[in-house]
């Protein structure tokens, strides 16, 4: 924490921006506390706002992008030779891509509030051969809200931020959790209703 304390207010919207694409490509950065962190200096008066959030913005959907270029350009192959050891076949892809293309758009908008989950969706998607275009959609929108939720939790907490971000990240996380059990629950019951 006091690495990335230093980053931010040593480099400002350039530690931002890198912190955040670092992050979300998979290097252990505590993103929702950088954010929050970004919030409380903008509250501050340290960091100007518009630019804290372009900064942020922009890192997240450059780590996003670069992830999805890895699971395009590597993710594709590394499945295909190596897949059949942990028995995922090629027309698993396929259903994989097909899910994506349905429902997928949810997991890449709000997989970023998940630690964890947010560094494979793109990842998966890219892999899977989700087209750019529906990836960007959803992907770049996910960006935009999380960096903004946090940010703004940081800059509403002020003073509190630090002690405040954990439990709003379990808010979150519970919120997130119900979510997509009722998605899955709703996707279930579509499949079953189609067999039927």
Known sequence: MELVQYWVQHYGYAGIFSLMALGIVGLPVPDETLLALAGYLVY??????????????LGATCGITVSYVLG??????????????????????DHVHLWLRRFGG?????????????????YVAGASRLEYLVFAAFAYSGALLWTLTFIAFGYYLGERWHDGISRIQSVV??????????????IRTQHRNRKK
């Open 44 to 57: 501050r008066g340290d960091l100007c706002a518009i630019p804290t959030a372009l900064a942020a913005i």
């Open 72 to 93: 395009l350009t590597t993710g594709y192959y590394v499945l295909d030779r190596f897949g059949k050891f942990v028995h995922i076949t090629p027309q698993k892809l």
């Open 106 to 122: 949810l997991m890449l908008t709000f997989g970023y509030y998940f630690p964890g989950l947010r560094h494979l969706t793109a």
């Open 173 to 186: 996380l519970i919120c997130c959790l119900i979510a997509l059990t009722v998605m899955f629950v709703w």
